[in-house]
């Protein structure tokens, strides 16, 4: 079993940076690899930025290239969000998530509890 536990998000102005945390409960060879999505209120959940455990592959969406950055430290299971030049429509619940199901379609995912994060106009 694999358990995501996200800190990290709040409320900023337009312009600021936050980073987002996720600690993974499972050891680093075993969920394949990590990474975040965000849903909007009325909108579908959407990967924002994943990467493999190993190896230093990274993929992120349009809308966040250049601003963001998905990071991990494999030694402390860890993954993090870097997000600089935050925008009002960045706002949404941000959620961690793990396992191979984030580069292939029907595999397993596991989710975060989600932690919200607001960007003030």
């Known amino acids: 079993q694999v358990q995501l536990v996200e800190s990290g998000g709040g409320l900023v102005q337009a312009g600021d940076s936050l980073t987002l945390s996720c600690k993974i409960s499972a050891r680093s060879g075993t969920y394949y690899g990590a990474g975040w999505f965000r849903q909007a209120p009325g909108k579908e959940r959407d990967l924002v930025a994943r990467?493999?455990?190993?190896?230093?592959?990274?993929y992120y969406a349009d809308s966040v290239k250049g601003r963001f950055t998905v990071s991990r430290d494999n030694a402390k299971n860890m993954v993090y969000l870097q997000m600089n030049r935050l925008k009002p429509e960045d706002t949404a619940v941000y959620y961690c998530?793990?396992?191979?199901?984030?580069?292939?379609?029907?595999?397993?995912?596991?989710w975060g509890q989600g932690t919200q994060v607001t960007v003030s106009s």
């Open positions: 998530a793990a396992g191979p199901g984030l580069f292939s379609t029907g595999a397993s995912i596991y």
């Open positions: 990467m493999y455990v190993f190896g230093n592959d990274t």
